[in-house]
């Protein structure tokens, strides 16, 4: 699966309207960015890098484990797999909307 792919899955997942209320951006290292912005309706999804209330560090690999629920977020969290930046707030939001 492509970025381009979990990208269109993304906005599929949400929905037109996230309930986010905030920007995040999944930081995927070489293999690019995926810009959640929440705060417009619809919300946009793209891959941007910009300014984001809350950026998350983390493998392409490990992001895809974790969408298919082999990795639980927490774990990944703990294990070093996963760094938050900005709002610690949004990222658990974030849980919750994409959950």
């Known amino acids: 699966m492509s970025l381009a792919d979990v990208t269109?899955?993304?906005q599929e997942s949400i929905g037109d309207a996230s309930g986010l209320d905030a920007t995040v951006k999944f930081d995927f290292g070489d293999d690019g960015f995926l810009y959640l912005d929440g705060t417009s309706e619809p919300y946009a999804v793209?891959?941007?890098d910009a300014e984001a209330d809350c950026t998350i560090a983390m493998s392409l690999d490990d992001f895809k484990?974790?969408?298919t629920g082999e990795l639980d977020p927490t774990t990944a969290?703990?294990?070093g797999k996963l760094k938050v930046t900005g709002d610690m707030g949004v990222a658990m939001k974030l849980a919750a909307v994409l959950g």
């Open 8 to 10: 269109s899955a993304m």
């Open 46 to 48: 793209s891959n941007d």
């Open 65 to 67: 484990e974790m969408a």
């Open 77 to 79: 969290f703990m294990m």
